[in-house]
């Protein structure tokens, strides 16, 4: 490859390397995902964004009618996933940014078709779907600061399990370098929010993700943690939710969607350079 | 500030974000270095390497005769450092990509001009200068692994403790989450290398340096190692360090100078988002 011009982005610092691909040309490989990931070798990102028009994509051609787009969400570790939350902001201000959308955008994922629209503030909303909140409830050991602590299952539909915590002094001082164990685990691992409420329909929360370690934030994350705290099921209200990274509002809307709202930020163009580019 | 246009690049992953500012008109606050070098919400960086011509800055003007540019270095938490000794490589690599220097290349930085030469296999050489191995033997300890282990305390001109592990195994096994426990520390704190012989002038290490924690290289620290190896002072062969972000070449040459050899990365040129710049 001789060139290749990318974007890079954050929604509440969960950060990505955007690769405009129209065409469907361009081979991502595994390989290239890792390169352009590594913090210290390469650009540095939790996951790439390609950018591809549906039609010219495999997993996204049946959607192409309702969705031009199509996110190929690839890991840092060069996995393929489904979604994620904060990734599908900032792969919609870059097409607001290149003016191919406007304040609504619908977007083709591997989880299926996602709406989105702009906030007044300049935020970007998404319907995250339904989610399914179980009924076991896991119990969550964090060492050394809480054990024994029972959390909730909530799919979103990616596993979760959220983990109130009495203050914010402790939830600071939760050592999240390992993972939280939790008994008994979800069969795939999932990723374990733990929560304080810190007023009414507002949250503050640290997540450890599955596979990766503590991150600055998660977008499903966020979302399951307000379906935990809400109970008793949708009421429509909006909570506030601050994770390290930044803030994010969510809406549990009566129809039982999720909606996510959140910054989306883009911090620069990139030409990789040729040679560095030679090695992948 | 409207435009930015930055160069990202590293020396056995030990990374930089090199701001061109020939003129010295940049005005590089602490804010924006943090801004830069922050790996979510900026580009993600150890430090910046500002390139200015000596004679436009302060403290490069009375060496701009014998060293045309100056290396304004500074730490990803913002603070200003005279020398590094993988950056100077980075720095060299840069103005030779821009057609500014051949294969040799005198640099003005804080500590002193440094002078660079380019190997036969593209890696950049610096004479690192004169190391001090100091006479007092501090004990370090690196939970859990090993303790009351003597080190050997060498400046480069920077302060390190060199601290000697039986086996790849033992090196690999070491926890450094933690900073090494070092008794006397030096005044102001040391970057600490524990370092294996591999083979005949063959040392693998790791590094924790203060302020930092663990990084995947160090160019004083590998130098420091070899000093210490060395024991009995200088003797002109040429050493082979493995650190997790490569392998340099060191030789202490007869005349008592240092000379650090290694790669030298450019990853990508980038242009930082206007609004994202707007913000610092």
Tied chains: 1, 2.
């Excluded at 192409?64 to 690839?74: C, K």
Aim: proline fraction near 6%; charge should be negative.
């Amino acid at each position: 490859m001789d060139r290749l011009r990318v974007v890079k982005g954050h929604g509440t610092e969960n950060d990505f390397v955007i690769v405009p691909d129209l065409d469907g040309a361009l081979e991502l490989t595994p390989e290239l995902t890792r390169a352009l990931c590594d913090r210290h070798s390469g650009i540095g990102a939790d996951g790439v964004l390609r950018v591809v028009r549906s039609e010219n994509a495999r997993e996204s051609a049946e959607m192409s009618a309702e969705a031009e787009y199509f996110m190929d969400y690839r890991n840092a570790d060069g996995s393929v996933a489904s979604m994620c939350g904060n990734g599908v902001r900032v792969f919609v201000r870059y097409l607001q940014a290149v003016g191919v959308v406007d304040d609504y955008a619908a977007v083709a994922t591997r989880g299926g078709v996602k709406r989105t629209w702009l906030t007044d503030e300049g935020d970007v909303i998404v319907d995250m779907g339904k989610p399914l909140a179980l009924a076991d409830r896991p119990v969550a050991t964090a060492a050394p600061s809480i054990d024994a602590v029972p959390g909730v299952a909530v799919e979103m539909p990616n596993p979760h399990v959220v983990v109130a915590v009495p203050t914010r002094a402790e939830l600071a001082a939760l050592d999240l370098s390992r993972p939280p164990v939790i008994e008994p685990a979800r069969p795939d691992g999932q990723n374990v929010e733990f929560v304080v409420r810190v007023g009414p329909r507002h949250l503050a929360m640290r997540v450890h993700e599955r596979g990766v370690g503590e991150t600055r934030s998660c977008g499903t994350g966020i979302c399951a943690a307000v379906v935990a705290a809400e109970g008793s099921g949708p009421d429509g209200s909006t909570w506030q939710v601050d994770v390290p990274g930044g803030t994010c509002r969510v809406t549990w809307r009566t129809d039982g969607d999720v909606y996510l709202a959140g910054p989306a930020v883009l911090v620069a163009e990139i030409d990789l350079d040729p040679d560095w580019l030679d090695r992948y």
